[in-house]
């Protein structure tokens, strides 16, 4: 199990006050799905909610205590029926590389102006993986890739 001072404690308290609970444990307790789901979730988030649905209060606490022995996670909070857990996230390289150029991207476009006395005009644009900006300005689609006429089938 992870320890936390009192003070990082304190500040992932305050961090996970804005977050909804991202894995809800129901009525079969703590199954390895379950167990699973967590450990996702911590490995991508790193600081999550957990609620646990049932009104034993002692049930809950050992469900905690178990998540946190078998995940090697911090427990950082226990309120009512919501658990916090945290575990610092892992960075692989490989990871940064799998998520670079997917998704959306800012790009800001600076045009100049027709009479070239005043102000260029700057615009930001949200782009997809498969559009650029040109010299000009304009944004363009990547063409889809030509298919192979040996290959229809």
Not at 16 to 31: Q, R
Not at 58 to 74: D, F, P, Q, V
Not at 80 to 94: D, Q, S
Request: hydrophobic share 35%; glycine share 10%; charged share 30%.
């Amino acid at each position: 199990m992870l320890k936390l001072t009192p003070a990082e404690r304190s500040e992932l308290r305050a961090e996970a006050h804005g977050l909804s609970p991202v894995v809800i444990i129901g009525e079969g307790g703590l199954t390895p799905s379950v167990t699973k789901e967590i450990d996702l979730s911590l490995n991508a988030h790193g600081l999550i909610k957990v609620r646990v649905f049932g009104d034993d209060r002692e049930a809950r606490i050992a469900i905690y205590e178990t998540i946190c022995e078998e995940l090697k996670a911090a427990p950082v909070q226990h309120i009512g029926k919501l658990l916090v857990l945290f575990r610092p996230k892992k960075e692989n390289a490989k990871d940064r590389s799998e998520t670079r150029g997917k998704g959306m991207r800012e790009v800001t476009i600076v045009k100049p102006s027709a009479s070239g006395t005043k102000r260029p005009s700057v615009t930001k644009v949200m782009l997809k993986g498969n559009e650029r900006v040109t010299a000009g300005g304009s944004i363009k689609r990547a063409k889809p890739r030509q298919k192979s006429t040996k290959r229809a089938g």
